[in-house]
């Protein structure tokens, strides 16, 4: 699968560039700082407020955005789509003003919206292929690419039929070939996998997770699966009641907020929870017989040595697979509780 990953990117890279959209100079891949920039941002309906003062800066990369239902997530995409005018503040999308090169800054930038966005009664290549050509693309340059793309995602024989008559896994195919057809530097998709089966859903995740290292193309991915942001992405940003409440790269997360592991011993696992709750850690037996334990400011390297002072048997440390979660969890209650950034 990564080999003809790899191939099929090197194909869609040379197409794209060799057919630029007509009427636009591409711009060189990553050349800005930050692909997004916010100040203040605010967007108003009514006496409600969906955005309050959001202040990004995002480089480039694959980065999720996460928040419940109703936090703003996806007023804030469309605001910076130019499909909601912001009420107050400013914002730039790869280095463009949104108000005052609103063109400009949406023309490198592709979208994959939740909602079913085809149009009725055409096949699945000339969907893409339409796309492309109102990016700009000329109509031979947009089908060849649009069969390119469709290789891509996976799509096959399936392409010829109504979109209408897809699946929805094969519809979140087709949207996630439309929003790339156009070889944009930036891409927003909101819940991509959803309906996928385990199959395709690895299969896109797959390909999501290789859009920047391999073509350059960032990514912003909205989704409520958190086993799947923390799997692909180099960033996340966490939105509630409007506000951003978490903006850091993935590492620095798992070493700001406190090392929860687990540890699976050979043996006198009492012995073993005792040691450790004498050394101040927090530890919980699990029902699989594991240890959770709240290390800290310990190290991984802190608690073997913890073990070797103590003459404890060996035990298998593992890393939380729960962590992003129990952070969203967090930083959900603290927001709840105004303790925000």
């Keep these: 699968m990564g080999l003809v990953l790899f191939c099929n990117f090197a194909t869609v890279r040379r197409v794209s560039s060799e057919n630029a959209p007509t009427g636009s100079t591409p711009s060189p891949l990553n050349s800005t700082k930050f692909i997004i920039e916010t100040h203040q941002l605010c967007k108003d ?11 990004l800066q995002i480089p480039p990369g694959t980065i999720g955005l996460l928040g419940p239902n109703g936090a703003g997530k996806s007023t804030f995409i469309k605001c910076l789509l130019n499909l909601e005018n912001p009420t107050h503040g400013t914002a730039k999308v790869l280095g463009r003003s949104i108000v ?69 896994g094969m519809k979140q195919r087709v949207k996630l070939a439309q929003a790339l057809v156009h070889d944009p530097e930036l891409v927003f998709l909101d819940e991509p996998t959803n309906g996928l089966d385990p199959l395709g859903r690895e299969h896109i995740l797959r390909l999501i997770g290789s859009l920047h290292r391999e073509l350059g193309t960032s990514v912003v991915i909205s989704s409520h699966l958190l086993r799947d942001i923390e799997r692909i992405c180099d960033r996340v940003v966490i939105i509630a009641l409007g506000r951003v409440i978490e ?21 006198e696992t009492e012995r073993f929870a ?68």
């Design 45 to 55: 309906f009514g006496p409600q407020r969906a955005l309050d003062n959001v202040t």
């Design 100 to 168: 005052s090169e609103n063109r400009a800054s949406r023309e490198r930038v592709g979208y994959s919206p939740e909602r079913d966005c085809h149009i009725g009664g055409l096949p699945g290549c000339d969907y893409v292929a339409y796309c492309g050509q109102l990016s700009g693309m000329s109509f031979r340059a947009a089908r060849q690419r649009a069969h390119e793309i469709l290789d891509l995602v996976g799509m096959g024989q399936e392409r010829y039929r109504s979109v209408d008559s897809y699946s929805t």
């Design 247 to 267: 903006h850091e790269s993935m590492e620095a997360l798992a070493s700001r907020h406190r090392r929860i592991v687990e540890l699976a011993p050979a043996s």
């Design 274 to 341: 005792g040691v450790l709750r004498a050394a101040g850690l927090a530890v919980e037996r699990l029902s699989n017989g594991h240890l959770r334990v709240e290390s800290g400011d310990h190290s991984v390297e802190g608690l073997l040595r913890l073990m070797a002072e103590n003459n404890l048997p060996p035990a298998e440390i593992v890393a939380n697979p729960n962590a992003l979660h129990e952070l969203f969890l967090k930083s959900l209650a603290d927001a709840n509780h105004g303790n925000h950034p």
